[in-house]
């Protein structure tokens, strides 16, 4: 399932990055990225669940379990775990929906 997944911070790095997921599950999520994230690495990211009208979004704290190229040519898959969420509504600004 392809949504639109935003990351705002990978381990203490501030960081705004549009990527989009690969897979997601109710323990977390797999994306392809063309930036390495390290095992290990705490990230906070939000995605949003198309479909829905405002459309919903999810802040999340995970932990970066794998972070692998298949080639040289290929991105990124990275894995990260969903630890904690909120749900961040339409009109609260997303850089405020969750506290580290």
């Known amino acids: 399932m392809q949504l639109p997944l935003f990351i705002f911070q990978v381990g203490d790095s501030k960081v705004n990055r549009a990527e989009k997921t690969r897979d ?13 994230i390290g095992i290990g ?6 995605i949003t669940l198309s479909g829905s009208n405002p459309p ?5 704290l995970g932990k970066v379990l794998r972070s692998q190229k298949n080639d040289t040519t290929s991105p990124f ?18 850089e405020f929906a969750i506290s580290a």
Do not use: H, Q, W
């Open 24 to 36: 997601i599950s109710s323990g977390g999520v797999c994306f392809l990225s063309g930036d390495e």
């Open 41 to 46: 690495d705490r990230v906070d990211y939000m």
């Open 56 to 60: 919903v979004r999810i802040r999340c």
């Open 77 to 94: 898959e990275v894995a990260v775990t969903m630890e904690r969420y909120s749900f961040v509504k339409a009109e609260e600004p997303a």
